[in-house]
């Protein structure tokens, strides 16, 4: 099972550029997050999809955006990279509901914007 | 407001002791508690969960809840080196839906 993917793992940005983050997970898990972590942390929550079609916002959704067209993926895209992006990205899924915070994680997307 | 609050640390106690974790929170409403262990350069996996008041015991691990203090810890026995990591407490909270809000994470540090 490969449960959360996410590519890239490493990418560096020059300020202003846009990428996307891609996330696909195999369980068909209804919940998906985006959170962001910077160096000693915790994790704070971007933006999360509790099922095809609908997207909602957390802590720290500026500069970002997400679709969920399907319920395998939830790509989160970085509109005009600023340095206050640099940071480390993990996507995790869940099935939902009163189990929504037994997330599964993929391995990270480390950003740097330069 | 939405919050989850950890002593950063470093927790450090010997091999062979009890760790001891603690986390506190902001909304009363929260129904369900995690806490995760994460290792240097990898991504949080889920130890234990727990949804009702008082002791929740798997192997070394206890989780302890209590919602009126809106209190959770967690316990490690007869810790290990390999125990050493930064634990995250996690506890979900309404953003519209009740979503996982994670604390700042606690580093523990087990010496031989």
């Known amino acids: 099972n490969a449960g959360v993917t996410q590519t890239p793992k490493f990418r560096i940005l020059k300020i202003g550029q846009s990428m996307t983050l891609q996330c696909t997970q195999d369980m068909n898990h209804n919940y998906m997050y985006w959170y962001r972590q910077d160096p000693g942390m915790g994790l704070k929550l971007i933006y999360y999809s509790v099922g095809a079609g609908i997207t909602d916002k957390g802590e720290v959704p500026n500069g970002y955006n997400v679709s969920r067209s399907t319920t395998e993926d939830f790509p989160l895209r970085l509109e005009l990279a600023a340095p206050s992006q640099t940071s480390v990205y993990f996507c995790?899924?869940?099935?939902?509901?009163?189990?929504?915070?037994?997330?599964?994680f993929g391995e990270g997307s480390r950003l740097t914007v330069l | 407001q939405k919050e989850v609050e950890q002593n950063s640390g470093p927790l450090s106690v010997p091999e062979g002791a009890i760790a001891s974790l603690n986390c506190t929170y902001s909304?009363?409403?929260?129904?369900?508690f995690f806490w995760y262990r994460q290792y240097s350069g990898k991504s949080p996996e889920l130890i234990m969960s727990i949804y009702s008041n008082g002791d929740k015991e798997d192997g070394r691990f206890t989780a302890q809840l209590n919602k009126a203090s809106q209190y959770v810890s967690l316990l490690i026995r007869d810790s290990q080196p390999s125990d050493s990591a930064t634990y995250l407490c996690a506890v979900n909270m309404r953003w519209g839906s009740y979503i996982p809000t994670f604390g700042r994470g606690t580093s523990l540090i087990v010496h031989p």
């Open positions: 995790a899924s869940s099935y939902g509901t009163s189990t929504a915070g037994e997330l599964f």
């Open positions: 909304d009363r409403g929260s129904q369900s």
